[in-house]
T-cell receptor, first 113, second 112 residues
């Protein structure tokens, strides 16, 4: 299963677009890529999920290149409340019918005024 | 609408004691999960239950057992707690297994 690697931390200013990349060089054909946001003392919260190309919802976009060895979470016009840790998750179903889920180590985003 | 509820929220144990962490979801999800989160290591899957009546090992199952009591409830048991099991434990659910997971707010467990 893909090992996921993320930058440890990023700083940004309010109103800017933030792009956080996750590397998953060994991603398998059936793997899905999911991004979560986590605030202190809370459980992770789902942001967006994709398999290939581009996915957009009301809060973020997810870009996945053709080789799927990386993915980029894009947060448009961040605010102070977007300060959190962001995790990518790669999950798949194995031939035996079991599932595997590997979280990245997380990127701590700090939004500055 | 509670989502995923974990009890207790905090617990301190002595080495060798046993304990069961409880998790319940009210979203009628088939799949449930237990993770542990250690500083700087992200979340690691301990066990999961793809559907009622089934359980499977995750990345770090040693020292733990699980029970899928019914569709709503999935418990995690530490039979003989060790200091290395000090962590924050998260329960999650989803429908179906590869769909986005909904997490509880965690149980903070310290083992002395």
């Amino acid at each position: 299963l893909a090992k996921t690697t993320q930058p440890i931390s990023m700083d940004s200013y309010e109103g800017q677009e933030v792009n956080i990349t996750c590397s998953h060089n060994n991603i398998a054909t059936n793997d899905y890529i999911t991004w979560y946001q986590q605030f202190p003392s809370q459980g992770p919260r789902f942001i967006i999920q994709g398999y290939k190309t581009k996915v957009t919802n009301e809060v973020a976009s997810l870009f996945i290149p053709a080789d799927r060895k990386s993915s980029t979470l894009s947060l448009p016009r961040v605010s102070l409340s977007d300060t959190a840790v962001y995790y990518c998750l790669v999950g798949d179903i194995r031939g035996s019918g079991t599932y595997k889920y590997i979280f990245g180590t997380g990127t701590r985003l700090k939004v500055l005024a | 609408n509670a989502g995923v509820t974990q009890t207790p929220k905090f617990q301190v144990l002595k080495t060798g004691q046993s304990m069961t962490l409880q998790c319940a979801q009210d979203m009628n999800h088939n799949s449930m999960y237990w993770y542990r989160q250690d500083p700087g290591m992200g979340l690691r899957l301990i066990y999961y239950s793809a559907s009622e009546g089934t359980t499977d090992k995750g990345e770090v199952p040693n020292g733990y057992n699980v029970s899928r009591l019914n569709k709503r409830e999935f418990s995690l048991r530490l039979e003989s707690a060790a200091p290395s099991q000090t962590s924050v434990y998260f329960c999650a659910s989803s429908e179906p297994p590869l769909q986005p997971q909904h997490f509880g707010d965690g149980t903070r467990l310290s083992i002395l």
